[in-house]
T-cell receptor, first 111, second 116 residues
């Protein structure tokens, strides 16, 4: 089983749609969780951290279910500029930071 | 704009060449990282430096040699690479090297390496 698994997509949605991405991780001792966004031929950029209580940043909502080892990202009112690859990232509990990336889910928002 | 600066942005090298990738950050971060990203794949961790000491080496072949001259600089020395080593090499930094809450990792724009 992969350490971090995501549906690779692509997800094709119209502007204004709501879209949800899911992610599962294998190491129950993992400490912290993130969603990164990566545009084509660019570096990954932190979108948001994911907290146990769930957290929201504008149109983006992240949720964590530790019991199920499941992370989600919800994007409301999709914009064209949201088109990118969304990477689920888990910080493995090794003492030192070891970010493990999922394969990413590609989102295409069309007019 | 990222505060982690990588040079060069693009590098083409032969299999017998010796070259280096450079990374610099001035955020006072004490942990720095090298990641490798192949096309259509996620980034994969290569090395972690914490307080200028190598903390993690993910079984990377010795043809990749990291160096951390000081807390702001991280180099990756390349020698006798293979065409399959062609990839985007990403440098990153964080305030600390431990998996503490809020210890965000910031990436540079990467160096595109082509081995011919």
């Amino acid at each position: 089983r992969k350490e971090v698994e995501q549906d690779p997509g692509p997800f094709n949605v119209p502007e204004g749609a709501t879209v949800a991405f899911n992610c599962t991780y294998s190491n129950s001792a993992s400490q912290s969780f993130f969603w990164y966004r990566q545009d084509c031929r660019k570096e990954p950029k932190l979108l948001m951290s994911v907290y146990s209580s769930g957290n929201e940043d504008g149109r983006f909502t992240a949720q964590l279910n530790r019991a199920s080892q499941y992370i989600s990202l919800l994007i409301r009112d999709s914009k064209l500029s949201d088109s990118a690859t969304y990477l689920c990232v888990v910080n493995m509990n090794t003492g030192f930071q070891k970010l493990v990336f999922g394969t990413g889910t590609r989102l295409l928002v069309s007019p | 704009d990222t505060e982690v600066t990588q040079t060069p942005k693009h590098l083409v090298m032969g299999m017998t060449n010796k070259k280096s990738l450079k990374c610099e950050q001035h955020m006072g971060h004490r942990a720095m990282y090298w990641y490798k990203q192949k096309a259509k794949k996620p980034p994969e961790l290569m090395f972690v430096y914490s307080y200028e000491k190598l903390s993690i080496n993910e079984s990377v072949p010795s043809r990749f040699s990291p160096e951390c001259p000081n807390s702001s600089l991280l180099n990756l020395h390349l020698h006798a690479l293979q065409p399959e080593d062609s990839a985007l090499y990403l440098c990153a930094s964080s305030r600390q090297g431990t998996a503490a809450s809020g210890n965000t990792i910031y990436f540079g724009e990467g160096s595109w390496l082509t081995v011919v």
